[in-house]
């Protein structure tokens, strides 16, 4: 899930640089020398976990565990996904460099807002309520990545809002699909090793 | 006489409310001995090197390193710049991108100059036979020459003590031969987990066995 | 380092690469009429086809791009308002409209082959090389380089986890038994992952770090590549005089 190069308006293009390199700055601040491998390695595991396709009908839907990321990263959320997504255009030409702040902002911001919905849900030892907090948080973050990404397309050009409400429609199996991955990866985690999850109690 | 390089008293180690893995543990590596420990899976081999190099803390127990009580995570920084790690699994030993930024992490960490930094990863990378290696993508490299490599980062700090976590697995023979051969011929004193009865035979001549959370 | 051949990608400095490769895309994003976008578009293709980049390479990577071009002309054209060029039965295509489209084709093309062209024809961890000598904060390039060094360590893992499940029996079908293996799947690597992140940094504490990180690579700047920046300036220049002539 990526914006094309070449489809949103300069302006834009510059203001969701601006936004994005605000995050990445922030989130390099919340991270410690010895935070920088987890984060290096959930970058590198949404770089990988974006390739996964669910077939659905005659085209397939690509995972994005937005969510997920979120949850394990909070703010540092900004330079995980920026430095997944750069390295996606630069080895594939997924997006591009141009479109790569607006890339960022469309996949982090509600990535970092799944990190406080976890938090405040998540207070509880019940392994079934956890994982229905993360499914959800799991399906609003898709939600929100969907939903910027049409706003940025009506925000270049009213007429996109063809292709901005069919980007929207395309997706709503994937914000069940998310939910449903976040729900049992969480629960997953939280049954293995559920020190690596964030604590609701401890500082944010 | 000096003192010895490791020392453990009473160390005592368990993973969150388990069984602990190592119970109330003893043991004295004198300065330039080789030893070799075997013991079943999961029996806490791995688990006590980690601890001799600060990497995790013991519930229990007294850690003195090179005659010194050790409990601080400053109190490691100078251990490890004299004592090496070799991690049984070269990927998360090795976490640049090319050979020559990796052997040359621990000079520089150390306070080398890049270009003196350079110079120890290259003599590293010629001890271990990698000569040519430097600009090479690590994780293109076999599992051979990763351990090797990973083995080149130790080396660039010039340890005087090398524990090695299951050197062996992986390799095949002639990997394996070669690693050998450069163990054999290291002044340093070695501490070889491993299952491979013949690679220790070769290269250490006080053998321990660690099972139930106790040495013998 | 690089082979420095005469195939003159392959002698460019890395530090060339991004300053051509971002300047390229910062002209193409700023060009407001489709003609000035034109320089940026050639440059690369030029510079391309001099070079014999296997241009059958972003066969597909074209493909996806002006087959999604198109969907969004077809689905966007009817819908802008201005003087009509053209009348399709009830359809009526206007000038606005055609410049909307034309500038996101040439836009797309150009800033996708920008980046090809000079960033992907080079290992990965050159450009973190070339951002850290290019004043990019070290913290940045070495949480870059970290990525890099481990998305290849990832996807084999997750790659033998894949194989591990088809060897018993699984299908991707759209039910919930895929959905749930998917989730498993997910769910394993981000624990190996997140497992291996500590043991990582556990690998780095033992090499003495105490959160500097250094670049060790001298690169070399030559004459041509100073060159490249010179063509790059050109192009700013032809871009903006295309954009601002009578």
């Known amino acids: ?204 | 006489m000096s003192a010895p390089v490791i020392e453990v008293r009473g160390l005592t180690f368990a993973y969150g409310d388990g069984p602990p893995v190592l119970d109330a543990l003893d043991w004295v590596v004198p300065a330039g001995a080789r030893v070799g420990v075997t013991g079943p899976n999961a029996s806490g081999k791995s688990t006590l090197l980690h601890l001799i190099m600060g990497l995790r803390a013991a519930q229990q127990g007294s850690i003195i390193l090179y005659g010194r009580h050790r409990v601080t995570e400053g109190d490691f920084y100078e251990v490890r710049a004299r004592m090496g790690l070799l991690f049984q699994d070269s990927d998360d030993q090795l976490f640049c991108p090319t050979v020559l930024d990796d052997v040359a992490f621990g000079p520089l960490h150390l306070g080398a100059s890049p270009d003196a930094a350079q110079e120890a990863a290259r003599e590293a990378l010629a001890a271990v036979g990698l000569a040519g290696y430097e600009e090479r993508i690590t994780s293109r490299l076999s599992a051979g020459e990763k351990k090797c490599v990973a083995l080149a980062t130790n080396l660039a700090m010039q340890p005087d003590t090398l524990l090695l976590d299951e050197p062996t697995s992986y390799l095949d023979d002639r990997s394996r031969d070669r690693l050998l051969s450069v163990l054999k011929e290291l002044p340093a004193t070695l501490v070889i987990v491993s299952h491979d009865r013949a690679f220790l035979d070769a290269l250490t001549r006080t053998r321990y066995h660690l099972e139930d959370g106790r040495l013998r | 380092m690089n082979a420095r051949g005469r195939d003159p990608l392959q002698s460019m400095d890395p530090r060339a690469r991004v300053i051509c490769a971002a300047g390229l895309c910062l002209v193409a994003a700023l060009a407001q009429a489709p003609v000035s976008v034109v320089p940026a578009l050639l440059t690369p293709l030029v510079v391309g086809l001099s070079a014999r980049f296997p241009f059958q390479r972003l066969l597909w990577t074209g493909l996806r791009l002006n087959g999604l071009f198109a969907l969004m002309a077809l689905s966007t054209l009817p819908f802008v308002p201005g003087p009509t060029w053209q009348t399709f039965g009830p359809i009526s295509v206007t000038y606005p409209g055609l410049s909307l489209v034309g500038m996101m084709v040439l836009k797309g093309n150009a800033l996708v082959l920008s980046c090809a062209i000079f960033l992907s024809t080079m290992e990965s961890p050159n450009l973190g090389h070339a951002l850290a000598r290019l004043g990019v904060p070290a913290k940045f390039v070495a949480l870059m380089m970290s990525v890099i060094r481990y998305i290849d360590v990832l996807q084999e893992e997750h790659g033998r986890m894949r194989l591990a499940m088809r060897a018993r029996g699984f299908r991707p079908r759209l039910n919930w038994l895929t959905l749930q293996t998917h989730a498993l799947g997910v769910g394993a690597l981000f624990l190996r992952s997140l497992e291996r992140a500590e043991r990582v940094a556990a690998a780095m504490k033992c090499r003495g770090h105490q959160g500097l990180y250094l670049a060790t690579r001298t690169l070399h700047w030559r004459r041509r590549d100073t060159a490249w920046i010179m063509l790059l300036v050109a192009v700013t220049a032809g871009m903006l005089w295309l954009e601002w002539k009578p």
């Open chain 1, 1 to 204: 899930m990526h914006i094309s190069e070449g489809i949103l308006a300069t302006p834009l293009l510059g203001g969701a640089w601006a936004a994005a390199a605000a995050g990445l700055v922030y989130g390099m601040r919340r991270t410690q020398p010895e935070d920088m491998p987890r984060v290096a390695l959930c970058s590198a595991a949404f770089f990988v976990v974006t390739f996964v396709r669910i077939p659905l009908g005659p085209a397939h839907l690509h995972l994005a565990a937005t969510g997920l990321v979120g949850i394990l990263l909070g703010w540092r959320a900004f330079p995980a996904l920026l430095v997944a997504l750069l390295l996606q255009a630069v080895l594939f030409q997924f997006g591009g460099l141009a479109v790569l702040g607006a890339n960022t902002v469309v996949m982090a911001l509600p990535a970092v807002g799944a990190y406080y919905l976890y938090r405040r849900w998540s207070r509880s030892a019940d392994p079934r309520r956890i994982a229905v907090a993360a499914g959800a948080v799991g399906a609003l973050a898709i939600t929100g990545n969907v939903l910027i990404m049409a706003a940025f397309l009506l925000l270049t050009d009213r007429a996109f809002a063809v292709p901005a409400l069919g980007v929207l429609l395309f997706h709503v199996p994937l914000m069940l699909v998310e939910g449903v991955v976040t729900a049992l990866a969480v629960a997953f985690l939280f049954k293995v090793r559920r020190d690596l999850l964030p604590n609701p109690e401890g500082p944010p």
